[in-house]
T-cell receptor, first 116, second 114 residues
Framework: DTGVSQDPRHKITKRGQNVTFRCDPI?????LYWYRQTLGQGPEFLTY????????KSRLLSDRFSAERPKGSFSTLEIQRTEQGDSAMYLC??????????????FGEGSRLTVL | DQQVKQNSPSLSVQEGRISILNCDYT??????FLWYKKYPAEGPTFLIS?????DKNEDGRFTVFLNKSAKHLSLHIVPSQPGDSAVYFC?????????????FGQGTRLTINP
C-alpha cells in the first residue's frame, strides 16, 4: 500500500503526558500537512511542510505542539503536557506541488487521541 | 471565522433518488473547490473538484456546480446508492504567503435509505 500512513491509529493517555504521532506521506509528495478534526467539525489546518521546511503554523498550534519533518520525508507531531481539549483525530495529508495543483490532498487514516 | 460552511448537518435520501449537498463560502480568493467523502474510522478521500473559473464539473454519478456570484457550490449524486452513505466535506483551496492549504466545512452526513 503506497498511501499516507499514520501511527499509532489510536492513543489513550493521561492528562499531562506527552504524545507523538508519526506520518509517512506518499513517497513522491513534497508537501505534508497536519490537520485536526473534532466531533461534528471538519478538519482544521494545523501546519504545513514543503520538503523539510515548515512554512505555516495555525494559531491553533499552541506552544505545546511541535511538528518536524527531518530530511523532507516522514513527519512527527508532538503534543507536550496533553490536556483533555487535545482529544481529537489528528490527520496527516500529503500532496505533490506544482503549477497545476488543484489543492487535492491525500489523507491518512488518522491518529485518534483520547486524553483522560 | 468560518470561511466554508455546510449548513445541513445531515441529509436522508431514498436509494435511486438524487442527493444534493450544499456549501457556502466567503473568501473570493479560493481557487479550487473540492468534495471529500469520509467513512467512520477512515481519513477523508477525494471525490471531485472544480476550478473557480468553471461552473460545472461532472464525473460519473457526481456533479459539482459552482455559483460564484452567490459564493455557493453543490454536489449532486444521482442515482444515490447505499454505499454513498458517509460524511461529505466541502473544501476550498487557497494560497496564503506561498502555502497552499484546504479550508473545510463542517460536513454533512448523508444517509441513503434502501
Amino acid at each position: 500500500d503506497t498511501g499516507v500512513s499514520q501511527d499509532p491509529r489510536h492513543k489513550i493517555t493521561k492528562r499531562g503526558q506527552n504524545v507523538t504521532f508519526r506520518c509517512d506521506p506518499i513517497s513522491e509528495h513534497n508537501r505534508l500537512y497536519w490537520y485536526r478534526q473534532t466531533l461534528g467539525q471538519g478538519p482544521e489546518f494545523l501546519t504545513y511542510f514543503q520538503n523539510e521546511a515548515q512554512l505555516e503554523k495555525s494559531r491553533l498550534l499552541s506552544d505545546r505542539f511541535s511538528a518536524e519533518r527531518p530530511k523532507g520525508s516522514f513527519s512527527t507531531l508532538e503534543i507536550q503536557r496533553t490536556e483533555q481539549g487535545d482529544s481529537a483525530m489528528y490527520l496527516c495529508a500529503s500532496s505533490r506541488g506544482g503549477t497545476l495543483n488543484t489543492g487535492e490532498l491525500f489523507f491518512g487514516e488518522g491518529s485518534r487521541l483520547t486524553v483522560l | 471565522d468560518q470561511q466554508v460552511k455546510q449548513n445541513s448537518p445531515s441529509l436522508s435520501v431514498q436509494e435511486g433518488r438524487i442527493s444534493i449537498l450544499n456549501c457556502d463560502y466567503t473568501n473570493s480568493m479560493f481557487d479550487y473547490f473540492l468534495w471529500y467523502k469520509k467513512y467512520p474510522a477512515e481519513g477523508p478521500t477525494f471525490l471531485i473538484s472544480i476550478s473557480s473559473i468553471k461552473d460545472k464539473n461532472e464525473d460519473g454519478r457526481f456533479t459539482v456546480f459552482l455559483n460564484k456570484s452567490a459564493k455557493h457550490l453543490s454536489l449532486h449524486i444521482v442515482p444515490s446508492q447505499p454505499g454513498d452513505s458517509a460524511v461529505y466535506f466541502c473544501a476550498a483551496s487557497v494560497v496564503i504567503q506561498g502555502a497552499q492549504k484546504l479550508v473545510f466545512g463542517q460536513g454533512t452526513r448523508l444517509t441513503i435509505n434502501p
